[in-house]
């Protein structure tokens, strides 16, 4: 199977060396498209030497397009209009984009009279592709077949955990996984940084709060209690724990974090009308 990538920034390139070294793009062949002949290059010679997996890279989208049986689009929503154009006459291929705001029927417009009869996938993944543990949704139109779903969705499955959605639920996905990598970055940044001034040099103070971060999201994914209950157990009475706790929830912590995501959530839905 040929799988192409149109545009390899910073979520197609996660995607793409996520997918190019776990085992799922073995006897595949990867096929890359993107405006700069120079991140071309780069990115096909440093996936190669990594993973060992041969990347071809094409000369423009229509040839990408003519050649792959799964088209992933990764390039900005402004993008997206003129590509579709570019490859309409693939029409016979899966076409996956993740570009937020650009609806299926957006898509399916953009490609004309092809659009009626073309297969396309929508996607919101996260940049944890690159290391194997990405949060994705696929969503499809009625002309994608189960088996057809299935191949794209095995790639998306290579780079992390993959759950198909209705198309009607991308503006939450956006506000729960596609943006809150960045929402975690900060917590993570801001532990660094009370560390630090706490004498903590920066490399190992990274180090501890990164891991406690792993740790606990492992423990939400494989625990049987709530997330409560999760919290109230690291809560001794009288102890540091439940004083910090106390100060965030004091702080608005719980409240900042929603607001955060619904605000995701609601530029999500504008872009979408825009």
């Known amino acids: 199977m040929k799988i192409g990538f149109i545009g390899t920034g910073n979520m197609g390139g996660a995607i793409l060396k996520g997918y190019v070294r776990s085992d799922a793009s073995n006897g595949n062949e990867v096929l890359i498209h993107n405006r700069s002949t120079e991140r071309n290059e ?14 071809r890279i094409c000369n423009d989208n229509r040839q990408l397009a003519e050649e792959a049986d799964i088209i992933i689009i990764g390039v900005k929503p402004n993008d997206v209009e ?11 291929k899966i076409i996956v984009s993740m570009a937020a705001g650009v609806s299926i029927s957006q898509m399916e417009k953009a490609m004309g009279r092809s659009g009626a009869f073309a ?10 592709a690159q290391v194997g543990e990405a949060m994705t949704s696929m969503s ?40 809150s990598t960045a929402y975690t970055f900060m917590y993570i940044e801001a532990l660094v940084q009370a560390a630090c001034a706490n004498g903590m040099e920066e490399e190992q103070a990274r180090a501890f709060a990164a891991q406690s971060v792993l740790g606990a999201a492992k423990m939400a994914l494989e625990s049987r209690e709530s997330l409560e209950q999760l919290r109230i157990n690291v809560c001794s009475p009288g102890g540091t724990t ?29 872009m979408t009308g825009e």
Do not use: Y
């Open 82 to 92: 003129q590509v579709l154009k570019e490859i309409t006459p693939a029409k016979e």
């Open 42 to 55: 780069q990115m096909a010679a440093s996936m190669t030497q990594v993973s060992g997996t041969k990347i």
């Open 140 to 179: 499809r139109n009625s002309n994608v077949s189960d088996g057809e779903f299935e191949n794209a969705k095995a790639i998306f499955d290579s780079v992390g955990k993959c759950e198909e959605v209705p198309e009607s639920m991308i503006d939450c996905v956006i506000g729960v996984s596609g943006s």
């Open 242 to 270: 439940i004083e910090a706790v106390n100060t965030l929830f004091e702080n608005g912590f719980m409240d900042d974090v929603k607001e955060g995501f619904q605000a995701a959530v609601d530029r999500s839905k504008e």
């Open 119 to 128: 297969r396309i996938i929508r996607i919101m993944p996260n940049t944890p």
